[in-house]
């Protein structure tokens, strides 16, 4: 009973769901029959709380861990801006303990006009979907060209311009009249393969 309990505390953690009765048996090598009844009995003695399919401990309930679904969808310039390119990569998991609810996006840093921020050529970014933003936040800021960039965002309130900051000092602002944010850089996560 308590190599099920192992396990299947394990198993929550890496797979975020329940194992199933037949990956018990298979993992505690016993027949589907046998798990079920060593599940209900576990029950029963208030080990574990089991409605037929979801195992819950008080391990699992504990770490108990949301998760919000984010698409990486390629590259963001930080650099010169590129035109904007949603072609979903693929899907990872957020977890909301550390980045709370909402609509996030992923995307790969492409140059080097960031490293100031910690934002290097590789990164993935993950962003917060908003359409505004507070000065000084880094933002992926779409253009009227069609072009989208990751800079820090200042508003001249005294000319009306949006001025986009790279944040290395061998490059310039982006000086604009109007741009679109479309979300709100959250956290950085490193390229590991430099």
Do not use: W
């Not at 909402?102 to 050529?121: H, K, Y």
């Not at 072009?147 to 965002?153: A, E, F, G, Q």
């Amino acid at each position: 009973m308590k190599e099920i309990i192992s396990y299947a505390e394990e198993f929550r953690m890496r797979y975020f769901r329940s194992p199933s009765t037949t990956e018990i048996a298979k993992k505690i090598g016993v027949s589907r029959g046998t798990a079920y009844k060593y599940l209900a009995e576990m029950a029963e003695k208030g080990m574990i709380r089991y409605d037929g399919s979801r195992i819950e401990t008080e391990h699992t309930e504990k770490a108990r861990i949301g998760m919000t679904k984010a698409a990486v969808l390629g590259s963001v310039s930080c650099g010169i801006p590129l035109l904007e390119e949603e072609n979903i990569e693929s899907y990872v998991n957020l977890p909301t303990e550390l980045f709370g609810n909402g609509s996030f996006f992923v995307l790969r840093a492409n140059g080097d006009s960031m490293t100031g921020a910690g934002i290097e050529d590789g990164d993935l970014v993950i962003v917060r979907e908003a359409e505004d933003a507070e000065d000084g936040s880094v933002v992926v800021a779409l253009l009227e060209d069609g072009s989208v960039t990751l800079k820090r965002l200042f508003r001249d309130q005294g000319h009306g311009e949006v001025r986009l900051h790279p944040e290395n000092p061998d490059m310039q602002d982006l000086c604009v009249k109007n741009c679109r944010i479309q979300g709100v850089a959250v956290k950085v996560l490193k390229d590991i393969a430099r």
